[in-house]
T-cell receptor
Framework: NAGVTQTPKFQVLKTGQSMTLQCAQD?????MYWYRQDPGMGLRLIYY???????DKGEVPNGYNVSRLNKREFSLRLESAAPSQTSVYFC??????????????FGPGTRLLVL | GQQLNQSPQSMFIQEGEDVSMNCTSS?????WLWYKQDPGEGPVLLIA?????ELTSNGRLTAQFGITRKDSFLNISASIPSDVGIYFC???????????FGTGTRLAVRP
């Protein structure tokens, strides 16, 4: 099992460009999450999907959209990138259905630089 | 949003030393998790705690769920160079709640 995979690993964007970060998990987990990690801030939840077909906002959703394409895949889209979105983005998944709890397993991260 | 307070923010120790770090909150959590993040990687779960007062070990790592349910502690004994990384605590109030992460403790080990 690969666990949680993310693409791309690195990306440089110009302000105003759009892009989609991809995430997939092969653990048959019900819940998936997108976090951003900034120095001194720990991990902050952007959006989550408690189960296939549902998505909800987390702590810092502004400027992002998500799609739970199927049970395996959860994508994060930046429609018009801003320098404030320079960060490391982590996707995670957990077995729990209908909630946000339990152990979460993380992908390797996508490092995004917005110029 | 709330984040858990971790201390110390960073530590620079000699190989072989023991390490202690803690995580505190102003509110109660019913589950505490400790993650380690290696440089350039995503966080990996080390230990999960589910009951107040619980003490759980994973090799050289020992974590405790504080009696008040407002704190948790992680100890690493006889540190080695591969212990380098950022250690995050995370707390969960209930199974339907969001996971709240600490700000992280950055550990450096001098051989």
């Amino acid at each position: 099992n690969a666990g949680v995979t993310q693409t791309p690993k690195f990306q440089v964007l110009k302000t105003g460009q759009s892009m989609t970060l991809q995430c997939a998990q092969d653990m048959n987990h019900n819940s998936m999450y997108w976090y951003r990690q900034d120095p001194g801030m720990g991990l902050r939840l952007i959006y989550y999907s408690a189960s296939e077909g549902t998505t909800d906002k987390g702590e810092v959703p502004n400027g992002y959209n998500v799609s739970r394409l199927n049970k395996r895949e959860f994508s994060l889209r930046l429609e018009s990138a801003a320098p404030s979105q320079t960060s490391v983005y982590f996707c995670a998944s957990s077995e729990a259905a209908g909630g946000l709890g339990e152990t979460q397993y993380f992908g390797p991260g996508t490092r995004l630089l917005v110029l | 949003g709330q984040q858990l307070n971790q201390s110390p923010q960073s530590m620079f120790i000699q190989e072989g030393e023991d390490v202690s770090m803690n995580c505190t909150s102003s509110s109660i959590f019913n589950t505490w998790l400790w993650y380690k993040q290696d440089p350039g990687e995503g966080p990996v779960l080390l230990i999960a705690l589910y009951k107040a007062g619980e003490l759980t070990s994973n090799g050289r790592l020992t974590a405790q769920f504080g009696i008040t349910r407002k704190d948790s502690f992680l100890n690493i004994s006889a540190s080695i160079p591969s212990d380098v990384g950022i250690y995050f605590c995370a707390g969960l109030r209930s199974s339907g709640d969001k996971l709240t992460f600490g700000t992280g403790t950055r550990l450096a080990v001098r051989p």
